[in-house]
């Protein structure tokens, strides 16, 4: 069976380490906040000016004044912070974003992004992500495998306008738990039902298989 979006953020709130600064993207990677395990400290900051950000607020719990980048209402732990952009891009810049979780419509087997912009759609603009993954000193991409269509997303050469070049390290998707090697991707963890076959036709890129591949295990 295919991982749900909130499977795919619990897998990646393992990856996140005690001390750690984290960067979460619009979509599946916001829901990561929700799964920071027990006894690590992790601080997340948001591109439009806040450190600390909590999991998302129970329903009836909203501040229409406390949003993240994706304008979705948020929480914040005790602690927190709050800037305006300007110096929230400078920390980003300036290389204090230990970990940044991004969605994405095509990554390329060299750890290539494009997941801001489908020709001839309207887009509001790029928003953080170039910064992010110019800066940020580690890159996981949380995704769908195959785009609408039933077309890989894990591709030779990206088709879409890129975001950033070789800077993915790894990628979550509902089928896969994968890391990007300079020999292409290689496959780490298979979603519980899914077998290397199914995996294996729905990447388009070079796929590496070392070994027995486990089941993700929640």
């Not at 997340?44 to 806040?50: A, K, R, T, V």
């Not at 390329?108 to 997941?115: H, K, P, R, V, Y």
């Not at 306008?161 to 298979?190: H, N, Q, S, W």
Request: aromatic content about 6%; some cysteine; hydrophobic content about 45%.
């Amino acid at each position: 069976m295919a991982l749900t979006k909130e499977q795919i953020a619990q897998r990646i709130a393992r990856e996140l380490k005690d001390g750690f600064y984290v960067n979460l993207g619009i979509g599946i990677p916001t829901l990561v906040a929700n799964y920071i395990p027990e006894g690590i400290n992790v601080v997340l900051q948001s591109e439009n000016g806040l450190l600390g950000m909590g999991p998302f607020p129970f329903e009836g719990e909203e501040d229409p004044d406390l949003i993240n980048a994706g304008k979705q209402t948020i929480t914040t732990v005790p602690g927190s912070a709050f800037f305006d952009s300007a110096m929230s891009f400078g920390m980003i810049r300036a290389g204090k974003v230990d970990l940044t979780v991004l969605g994405a419509m095509e990554v390329s087997e060299e750890g290539d992004i494009a997941n801001w912009k489908i020709p001839g759609k309207m887009v509001k603009g790029m928003g953080g992500a170039m910064d992010l993954v110019a800066s940020a000193k580690n890159i996981i991409v949380a995704m769908m495998h195959s785009n609408p269509k039933g077309e890989s997303k894990l591709l030779p050469r990206c088709t879409l306008p890129l975001t950033g070049v070789k800077c993915v390290k790894k990628i979550i998707t509902d089928m896969a738990v994968l890391d990007v090697t300079d020999k292409g991707f290689k496959l780490l963890e298979r979603a519980p039902g899914v077998s290397v076959d199914d995996i294996k036709a729905r990447t388009s890129g070079k796929l590496i298989i070392e070994g027995d591949i486990p089941e993700i295990q929640f």
